[in-house]
């Protein structure tokens, strides 16, 4: 959930490491560190609060040296403070080392260690493994490199990790299991380490993605070299990367979210771009062609997901029953492990993840792989865990997303999963040809309807100034629009700490209508569709209590234009592609009211944007 980086070659490492965690920010953390190895001496900086903290302290001292290591962390062991923040030393010094993730039987390597005269200055486990990988090296006599894959044999939990080593100014040592770290190869024994690609990009576009259980060791002179946990050699396999610098800066929009907002239109004809063939009629996704039986004689599918990821697998379990005739259950893969989860050799697992790297969903994966279960993944990062970790699946094309608060990756992750269930459809016959020509040419039309959502942000702004003071607030909506109101609502809380809820509109009257009052606005998805009468009743009902209506309609509506105190517009679209386009105003209303209020959107508090610990 946190930052790394580092850094080994001819250049000053001070510039890299925190290029590369301003980088990294949009993870977020609630300290930042990094140490530098210089002569033989480590020059070492951290404390709690922004990577600006950070630069401040270190401008006042030296920060010299071509070899270093930089984290911004995000509490789990011990409060955010100067002490806690990474890096942490071993016991003699000659060790630093960085960690993302969660060491679950610290406590018990804590005690062993404590036995044996160690003592300890923080309250994390990070400096109980940097003991540990110490204890491990004195004791065998073997080199570093081998004392740490011992160690992490013997570490239960999820770690990435990077350890520079006083003694030795020409290697940098890092490992990963559960928590995603990417190497960038340089040129002449150059090498970056990170979180993900956004530090490397600026530097090299050659990388290698670490597996699990993998141990690296970057040599000034020897160069890259791979052992897994179990002393197996691996040969490190360079990729390209496709991401570009433009992608991961903000463009001249005032935060990485409304630039995100405003990207798509982009995104989402990216998404569907090489799949959707309107000429020959065929939705072509490999995912599906390629494993046919596993799609056509499925006896179920589950859809396990996180947050707003969450929200796109409801809107997919929608579109699944209704055009391939499957039955889907949507599971918070938080939970889905933790109840012994009946799965099936013929279900088929739909995992849905922005980053690629959701330890939760990860966990749901691997237990339906356990059970015979064919797992497709859907995400937006190319080389992610996830995406190596199912059978198949498809990538959302979104680009980089950087705000924490996802937006572009919902529109996208449901236009992806749409295709999907209509190839899906087409491959079971359960979908008559005419009707699939006709919601492909309406998919093929989203994003131009999209830009037309867009040009409603000035009268979003209006309406946002009129509740940003608001303390609660209720959406709701039917059908396809109910996952819609709970993104909705979402977003809201993310960004803005108003507390925000989800209904089915139907479901008001069974509890929550008893919040209504004058104070109360309450959001209404109330596009002209099969439940349109039924959610124009459920605005009557608020209005006769005096809540405060904002709805979202179709252009030209009249009947809630008269019931309504606010009403923003959006273009007609199937009811299955309503999702898409309505929730752009709620995330338009949302982003309005939270800087209105003088939140950052781009780094809400305690939120980050991988969460990569369960």
Known sequence: MCGIVGYIGSKEAYPILIKGLQRLEYRGYDSAGVAMLHQGSFNMYKCKGKVANLESLVAQNSSIGDMGIGHTRWATHGAPNDVNAHPHSSGDGNLVLI????????????????????????????????????????????????????????????YAIVLMDKRNPNQLICAKKSSPLVIGVGEHGEFFIASDATPIIEYT????????????????????????????????????LEMKLEAIEKGGYDSFMLKEIH???????????????????????????????????????LIV???????????????????????????????????????????VVIAISQSGETADTLAAIELAKERGAFIFGVCNVVGSTI????????YTHAGPEIGVASTKAFTAQVSVLYLLALAVAEKRGTIAKDRLHRLMAELNSVPNKIEEVLQTNEQVKHIAEMYKGSRNALYLGRGYSFPVALEGALKLKEISYIHAEGYPAAEMKHGPIALIDE????????????SYEKVV????????????????????????????????????TDDSLVPIVSVVPLQLLSYHIAVMRGCNVDQPRNLAKSVTVE
């Open 99 to 158: 960690h993302n993730g969660i060491i679950e039987n610290y406590a018990t390597l804590k005690e062993a260690l404590t036995a044996q005269g160690h003592t300890f200055t923080s309250d994390t486990d990070t400096e109980v493994l940097t003991h540990f990988i110490e204890d491990v090296y004195a004791k065998t006599g073997l080199s570093l490199f081998e004392s740490v894959r011992l160690a992490l044999a013997e570490v239960v939990g999820a």
């Open 205 to 240: 576009k050659n990388v290698v993605y670490l597996d699990d259980e993998e141990v690296a060791l970057l040599d000034r002179n020897e160069g890259l070299k791979i052992v897994t946990i179990q002393n197996q050699i691996k040969v490190p396999y360079i990729q390209a």
């Open 263 to 301: 990207e798509q239109p982009r995104s989402i004809r990216d998404s569907i771009r090489g799949r959707l063939n309107l000429t020959l009629g065929a939705v072509r996704m490999s995912g599906v062609d390629e494993h046919e039986e596993k799609w056509t004689k499925a006896s179920r599918i």
């Open 305 to 347: 997901a996180c947050g707003t990821s969450w929200h796109a697998g409801l809107v997919a379990e929608y579109l699944f029953e209704e055009f391939a005739r499957i039955p889907v259950e949507v599971e918070y893969a938080s939970e889905f492990r933790y109840r012994d989860p009946i799965i099936f050799p013929t279900d």
């Open 387 to 394: 995406s190596r970790a199912t059978h198949s699946g498809a």
């Open 519 to 530: 104070e109360m606005p309450v959001i209404v998805i109330a596009t002209q569709g099969a």
């Open 537 to 572: 009743s459920n605005i009557q009902e608020v209005k006769a209590r005096k809540g405060k209506i904002i709805a979202i309609v179709n252009t030209g509506d009249k009947t809630v234009r008269e019931l309504a105190d606010y009403t923003i517009e959006i273009p007609k």
